[in-house]
């Protein structure tokens, strides 16, 4: 045998050495599990231990599994109340694979699992819904709040608003019952939620008109009470301005009356010191006041009127 063919079977058997070794061997890491199968059936339990393992190779198979929590969101379901409400509910949970073998025998992979995992919850969320009024289905507490609004919203009397049971709870209550039937197929619930709530399309229109009407006759209130305040404002501001006129008007005649008397008290003084010149003056104003270029008077000589026109045409 020549050197040449003694390498080529010596690289060939190394590569099936390489070949046969890679295939026995593989990887488990911390967020991952592995079912071994052997044509097509698992063998032993499941290997949950991060590090490198040893399989038979060509023979057995891995099959990796999720180690962590994993998220499963329903579809919006028409569900209807124990008070003949028709409502769609959207449920929200979290899962993980328990038990990888009988997930594995059962399931086999986490699409088929997502699709158990709808029967089981949805099928319980029904039978939770319809046992429990619309109430109970959208309140978790009894706060306070504005009764009004959500009593039109919710189309239930105020008084019998308040809850016993509430939302979380009856997710609890979802949560417990859909716990005892998935570890049949090897996975674990957690957290399973009440994501969303509505009306179905038929009675939306006529919450949100019930809606509308309940905000209109709310702003109505409320421009009635600023119309009011307005009024109110207003009828102050009126009454506050004419007191306000009055004083100063009665404050400007006291003052006006006050100068008069002062100017009368002032003139008075004045002419009692020559009554006759007080005479002359008046008699002066009078003439001002009743001649022009267009009167005529017709007086006698003796007349008073004309006392100081004669006496100036004497001197």
């Known amino acids: 045998m020549s050197s040449t063919t003694r390498n080529i079977i010596i690289a060939i058997a190394a590569f099936v050495v390489i070949i046969v070794l890679l295939s026995s061997l593989y990887v488990v890491s911390e967020t991952n599990q592995v079912i071994i199968t052997q044509f097509g059936e698992p063998i032993?339990?499941?290997?949950?231990?991060?590090?490198?393992?040893?399989?038979?190779?060509?023979?057995?198979?891995?099959?990796?599994?999720?180690?962590?929590?994993?998220?499963?969101?329903?579809?919006?379901?028409?569900?209807?109340?124990?008070?003949?409400?028709?409502?769609?509910?959207v449920m929200y949970a979290r899962w993980r694979i328990s038990d990888p073998l009988v997930f594995f025998q059962r399931v086999r992979d986490e699409r088929r699992a997502q699709s158990r995992i709808d029967d089981i919850i949805d099928g319980e969320t029904r039978n939770a819904v319809a046992n429990y009024?619309?109430?109970?289905?959208?309140?978790?507490?009894?706060?306070?709040?504005e009764q009004t609004e959500e009593t039109v919203i919710l189309d239930v009397p105020a008084a019998i608003l308040k809850i016993e049971t509430g939302r979380e709870k009856?997710?609890?209550?979802?949560?417990?019952?859909?716990?005892?039937?998935?570890?049949?197929?090897?996975?674990?619930?957690?957290?399973?939620?009440?994501?969303?709530?509505n009306y179905v399309e038929a009675v939306q229109q006529e919450v949100f008109r019930r809606m509308i009407a309940e905000r209109q006759r709310i702003a109505s209130k409320y421009r009635s009470e600023g119309d009011g305040e307005s009024a109110k404002i207003?009828?102050?501001?009126?009454?506050?301005?004419k007191r306000i006129q009055s004083e100063a008007y009665r404050t400007a005649q006291e003052i006006k009356g006050k100068a008069d008397a002062e100017a009368t008290k002032i003139y008075a003084n004045a002419y009692n010191l020559d009554p006759e010149f007080y005479q002359f003056m008046k008699t002066l104003e009078t003439y001002v006041a009743s001649l022009d270029k267009e009167t005529w008077l017709l007086l006698t000589t003796e007349s008073e009127f004309l006392k100081y026109l004669k006496s100036s045409r004497r001197r």
């Open 133 to 145: 009024d619309l109430i109970e289905i959208v309140r978790s507490t009894n706060r306070e709040f």
């Open 44 to 89: 032993g339990d499941a290997v949950t231990k991060p590090g490198l393992h040893v399989k038979v190779p060509f023979i057995q198979k891995t099959n990796y599994f999720e180690k962590r929590w994993l998220e499963w969101d329903g579809d919006p379901n028409e569900i209807p109340t124990k008070d003949k409400k028709y409502i769609w509910v």
């Open 170 to 197: 009856i997710a609890h209550i979802i949560l417990e019952n859909s716990s005892q039937k998935t570890p049949e197929i090897g996975v674990e619930l957690r957290d399973v939620r009440i994501k969303r709530v």
């Open 234 to 241: 207003l009828g102050q501001k009126e009454r506050e301005l």
